[in-house]
């Protein structure tokens, strides 16, 4: 009787470790949301894309950085699967040198672990030119909006 309650035991202690240990399993593919988001994206139509970490964008055209951008801040909407990215440009684009230092938005949609649509904010002015900055957070986040006219979004794809 001694010899089957300790087999028992041990048959229970190694179903109960097995089952507790099994949501902590490294070989398990789901992915958490902000592990979605944290990769090198290239555009499906062009070449160039978006290398996003825990704290940091670099835009890039072919595989050239072409700006940095350090998150201030990640607004997660309820799909869980889009949401904006409010940043600061710490290296501005050759193309818009004006921008350094100053605020950006990149919204993002139908995020995946492989595919994402994303879309930084720029909007066509009367006279032709371009706005893509604002002088504070704040204002960021009250100008860069779908609302304003400031996102057209493009699909990407993980970089392998």
Known sequence: MQKQIKILLTILIALVLSV???KNNPNDPTKTKEQ???QKW???NYDGGYDITADKIDGY???AVNYSLSIEEIVWYSDNAS?????KYTTAPSYNPDVANKYYAIAFKDLTDTTVK???ASKQLEDGSYDS???TLQ???TKFTEANGYFSYSELTVAK
């Open 20 to 22: 507790s240990c099994s």
């Open 36 to 38: 979605m988001l944290q």
């Open 42 to 44: 290239k555009y499906t």
């Open 61 to 63: 055209a072919g595989t």
């Open 83 to 87: 949401g904006m990215i409010y940043c």
């Open 118 to 120: 994303i879309s930084g």
């Open 133 to 135: 900055s604002a002088e």
């Open 139 to 141: 204002e960021a986040k």
